[in-house]
């Protein structure tokens, strides 16, 4: 098999099965021999910010000398990017072997009727094969939508769990208020394992405060004022100190020995891919698709001085409220709408009617993502900046074309 047709069997996995219970992934991990049961685990859950805590953990664990294996999601261009081994995305001989290897086991636990694995759970296998083939000491798994019923909550024994910022997002399936969706995520909180929790929000820190006082977890809550008093130059933005500062902390209950330059020079170095990433000089991608994202990535560029804006997003997201904070904040040259290979794309009539109703801003309308891209560039000029803010689909067509040559 050619790593062309591991990517289609993978996607078209949705289009026969479902999501299962956790019962399902832990039979599926035993059957594959439970690989990475032996590691040394950290569990990261949360509505923004969990990718971005992913990677400063993943560089403050290598700069302490250790090895790391990393399991994130989305991916932007390559299902490979999912699985990271000490900072680099495993290799395609790496990422087939292992597929191979879940694929036996799935199409048995299917012939005895008890379903294929679902997407995730497919991958989060891969995963765990993944690094216990590459000897790893440490695995960073971050949680798909939610940490309750998620197949990483399928791990028995991390040192630590994290619970970055809660906020409204896939509410048909999280809850309608950010109690509820804070239960969810805080289904990750294990008996006696202590758990590490943004403070922001005083509705979902009451409930993750609740849980942990069940199960007996040491809670270490982290405040905003601690997340803005970080002094160290982290890469991005502003708004990424409060993660820093999460997985500082959660470092903190890690046998790592790590002076405080070396920390320092880690942190720095950071560069997370689709958060506010420069793709060309003066160009940046921003994966922001709700309420909160886009509310933080106004207030990082608030500053900036007419910049260009190319949105997009899909349609299940409160579509009239993320372009309301986006004209609400920021004074643009102009907002360039587009589509999104994805079917749930939002049209972009659709789209731009929402943004007449909030800016007199010019507002330009392309389908084509990458038609788009161009047009914005050209907008951007020599002296503005170019923002793609939305979708991670957009995010991730847009890196794919510049990895190409657009």
């Not at 804070?182 to 609740?210: F, M, N, T």
């Not at 698709?289 to 001085?305: K, S």
Request: glycine share 8%.
């Amino acid at each position: 098999m050619i790593i062309s047709e591991a990517y289609e069997y993978l996607a078209g996995i949705p289009k026969f099965t479902r999501k299962h219970p956790l019962e399902h992934t832990r039979k599926l991990v035993a059957l594959l021999g439970n690989p990475g049961g032996n590691k040394k685990a950290i569990h990261v859950a949360g509505t923004n910010g969990k990718g971005s805590v992913c990677h400063y953990l993943q560089a403050i664990i290598l700069a302490g000398g250790h090895t790391t294996g990393m399991f994130t999601s989305p991916h932007l261009v390559r299902v490979n990017e999912r699985f990271m081994i000490n900072g680099e995305e495993v290799s395609d001989s790496l990422f087939l072997q292992a597929f191979t290897k879940v694929l036996t086991v799935s199409q048995d636990l299917e012939e005895a009727g008890e379903g294929h694995p679902s997407y995730f759970e497919f991958l989060y296998a891969m995963g765990l094969l993944i690094f216990e083939e590459s000897q790893v000491e440490y695995l960073i798994l971050e949680t798909g939508l939610g940490g309750r019923l998620d197949a990483t909550n399928s791990y028995q024994t991390p040192l630590v769990s994290v619970i970055t910022s809660i906020s409204l997002d896939h509410q048909q399936i999280l809850g309608e208020t950010i109690a509820e969706i804070a239960g969810e995520k805080a289904g990750i909180i294990r008996e006696g394992v202590p758990v590490v929790a943004d403070g922001s929000s005083p509705e979902a820190l009451a409930v993750i405060s609740q849980v942990a006082k069940a199960r007996r977890a040491p809670l270490k809550v982290v405040t905003p004022e601690e997340g803005r008093a970080l002094s160290w130059q982290l890469s991005g933005s502003d708004y990424q100190r409060m993660n820093g500062t999460l997985a500082v902390a959660a470092a903190g209950y890690l046998p790592l020995s790590l002076e405080r330059e070396s920390l320092r020079r880690a942190l720095e170095e950071v560069r997370i891919p689709g958060r506010m990433e420069e793709v060309l000089p003066g160009v940046y991608v921003e994966g922001a698709h709700n309420e909160a994202g886009i509310a933080a990535f106004c207030r990082n560029i608030q500053r900036e001085v007419a910049p260009v804006i190319l949105f997009s997003v899909v349609s299940d997201k409160d579509v009239s409220a993320l372009i309301k904070i986006l004209c609400d904040n920021i004074e643009a040259t102009a907002f360039v709408i587009t589509g999104i290979k994805d079917a749930r794309r939002a049209s972009t009539e659709a789209l731009a009617t929402e943004f007449a109703k909030y800016t007199k801003c010019p507002i330009y309308q392309e389908e084509d993502s990458l038609a788009a891209f161009r047009l914005g560039y050209h907008l951007k000029g020599a002296k503005r900046k170019l923002y793609c803010v939305g979708s991670l689909y957009l995010v991730g067509e847009i890196k794919e074309a510049l990895d190409v040559g657009l």
